[in-house]
């Protein structure tokens, strides 16, 4: 493997970097997709309606949660999940200077 030298990087890029990795998996975006609808649940319910193991989710959650995309809170033995709105703000301010730089060239063909 090689070394991807991050160190060469701002602290925004690989930020970002970070973020498009833990939404680059469909049973991520499944997840995020669950968490927009329900606004908050627990592993449990996750579970039940993705078709991975308890121990598979809990590592998407665990990649989700790291990256700042979710937040968690324990409650006894189990663990409440719900959207992190601050990591998607990042996510949202990168797509929106994309659009914007295309909607600038949209009749400037290269």
Do not use: W
């Not at 592993?43 to 809990?58: E, F, H, Y």
């Not at 409440?80 to 601050?86: G, H, Q, T, V």
Request: charged share 25%.
């Amino acid at each position: 493997m090689g070394i991807t030298k991050t160190e060469h990087f701002t602290d925004e890029q690989n930020e970002l970097a970070i973020l498009a990795k833990a939404i680059g998996h469909p049973a991520r975006i499944a997840i995020i997709e669950y968490l927009l609808k329900m606004d908050s649940c627990i592993c449990g319910d996750i579970v039940n309606i993705l078709p991975l193991a308890q121990p598979t989710v809990s590592q998407h959650l665990k990649e989700l949660k790291n990256a700042g995309l979710i937040k968690g809170n324990v409650e006894g033995n189990t663990a409440c999940y719900c959207i992190n709105e601050a990591g998607f703000e990042k996510i949202k301010d990168f797509f929106q200077l994309i659009s914007s730089y295309i909607d600038k060239k949209k009749n400037n063909c290269c």
